[in-house]
């Protein structure tokens, strides 16, 4: 005895109290897939027979039936059953999540069923409560397929009962094994002859019947075609394109699903009483002229379609009005209703034609929904969803997706068949992708590939702030620079950091040979700019815009320019560049004034007033000698300090005094460069300072193998020299790119940096070199700083794969948004 279950479905088991309800569940399904009474009662009373628990015992059951079916998986709800409000309740549940409800039915004779509980020391029941049971399951044998049950198993006696077997069936929508390619054609509309050019600009070869009528047609490389529906109606062969493609999804060489003017052709044939509008009238005329086996044809046909299909691996959904993600292969009313139909608001627009809901806007589903019903001038991908109607009928196109590889390939129509109520064909506009706060907003759980990390609702909401307030477009805001780690603070004499260390750190992470860049005092700065211009932006290490409209244009006027040939050879119309926008006093002006130069000033005022008193009084006999060797090196210490920040100050007007060094290519059209080594990226850089050196400002650097002390040697000397002229520091890199992994495939961090004994003095104060100072700070931690710096980094690097993968731009923007919030962690701001 086979009993037919869908794969996905909430299976109600009928039976009274000893039929063996909870005996069949345990020998055909997992214990977690079965939802007993019994157990629910005993986890709200203790106490599993306690019956004024039942009511909370099942709504509880129902909410864990719901959890379960929601993320899509079979639900077996052992209880008696037995009562319609009972099983009202399961349905209930069953369609609320669009599965089909089945019931398994156990019919024992109560006798045996009393012998056996008589046997049993959980149940004390009388008698009467089993006869009232079994009248009960009587009447509600025949309710079974009123109620909504959609398969109904009845097993009569022990026999079957214990003969019976569990054989899963496929929902009809799920055709995941099947992998195309496929070509996906777009709503054709009684276009035969655009649809044969279709097939043949698409490979197809023609199959006719004698009176030279396509009938069916064959791909060389045994492709198949998916049509999204709506083959009738409005254009000027609807018979011709039915007949073309029945024979193809009769030959195999095809797959249909429904669309709407199909739908309503058929209520018609069924002689329903439809509206003759929208072009019905025309196709019928057309099929006037056709015998009664052809329409009885089409009528099956169309009777037979399947609303929509799950394909290639559960990678691709075909639904002709498209379909949210909770729906994917499901099955039930409303299920149907959206792929053909659509959702709408009940508005009506300023043509009259209904206002629809925009499901594709908030689409988050990793599988791509391949649709057609509203006409659009051009397909656009929106969110991993993309509309083929291209309005044909119209005068338009007929479009066809090819997949996996997801190109467009479209024929024009011959001419407008039919005149559109709404305009289609004006100025395309850019379709909202539609980034939501609930992609970003409260605590939320990010794998990115490289690893996961956790948002906190804190973190998020300060980003949030940044993100709406400063930031820079989002949709433009692709990626941002991770922060750095400095090397391990070393312990050469008079030195918190120097290169032996960063050498060693990296020689550690399994690295062999490393690019030391010269690290420019100056402001992070993301450049995107494209060949024409649109969509161009610089920001900031927290996604904020330069200086104002005008003067960013005015530099990304002036790297476009540069990086003109750049595009051309790499063959991308756009390029993300990574950089430091020089002087630093460009954009901290503020903080120099208000935070360095004042303790630099005060110093200045204040030593040598004491030094000279302390002059006085030295003149007087008095022993201060102690006292003015402690100022003497105070007031060198200051003039140190002084000298530090004002090397990073340079007048700037307008854009004159501004440069930019460019140190990374990130990523262009449809490609992320991480993988690039540095060589590669600093060729390009100087490049971009050959065609404009007033603008850009070279990258200085040196290659180290780090199994040779000599070259080691070499880029410690150039360090101390680099350093010893006022330079910042140098950034140490795995010479390989920016996606280097060590063990285990880890990440290893993109950069360390090792910055000069001056410069550290602003950000250590002015007495950091004392020994004292030294060997406490050698002390700092410096664990949490390089976490953040590699999580900021894996980050960036998923963002960077996810753009050139083309994931919609929510994808993107959750990683980025992650970087932002991460920057919130509560780090040492001097590291
Ligand atoms: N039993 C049996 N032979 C079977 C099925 C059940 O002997 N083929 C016994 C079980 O071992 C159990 C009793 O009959 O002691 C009742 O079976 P059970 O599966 O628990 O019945 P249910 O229908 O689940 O009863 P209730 O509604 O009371 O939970
Ligand atoms: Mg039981």
Redesign the pocket.
Known sequence: MIIDVPELSLVALV?I????????ARAHFKPTQVLSS?FFRGLIADDENDQSASADAFETLHYVAGKRLTAGRLTVV?A?NLQAHARAGLVKVAREHDVLPVAIV?DVPEALAWE?TQ??ED?TFDRRVLTRMSRDLRRSLNQLAKEGFRKIHVLRG?DE??AAEIRYEKLFNDRKDEHGPFDIIGDVHGCRAELEALLIELGWDLIRDEAGRPVDAVHPDARKAVFVGDLVDRGPDSPGVLRLVMGMVAAGHAICVPGNHEQKLARKLNGRNVQLTHGLPETLEQLAAEDDTFVAEVRTFIEGLVSHYVLDDGKLVVAHAGLKEAYHGRASGRVRSFALYGETTGETDEYGLPVRYPWAREYRGSAAVVYGHVPTPTPEWINNTICLDTGCVFGGRLTALRWPSREIVAVPAAKEYYAPVRPIFAAPEKPEQGLDLADVIGRRHIDFGYGTTTVPAENAAAALEVMGRFAVDPETLVWLPPTMAPCTSSTVDGFLEHPSSAFADLRAAGVDRVVCEEKHMGSRAVVRVSVTGAGDAIWTRTGRPFFGPDLDEALLARVRAAAAPIFAELETDWLLIDAELLPWSAKAGGLIRDHYARVGAAGRAALPVALSLLEQAAGRGLDVAGLRDRLELRSAEIDGYSAAYRAYVKPTDGLSGVTLAPFAFLAGAGVSYAKKNHDWHLALADRLVAADPEIFTPTRRMIVDLADPASEAAATEWWLTLTGAGGEGMVVKPWAGLAVTGEKGRLVQPGVKCRGREYLRIIYGPEYTRPEQLDRLRQRNLGRKRALALREHGLGLAALDRLAEGAPSWRVHELVFAILAAESEPVDPRL
């Open positions: 039976g109290s000893g039929s063996g309800k909870s005996t069949f019994d052992d008696t156990l056996r046997a049993r149940r022990v009962i214990a």
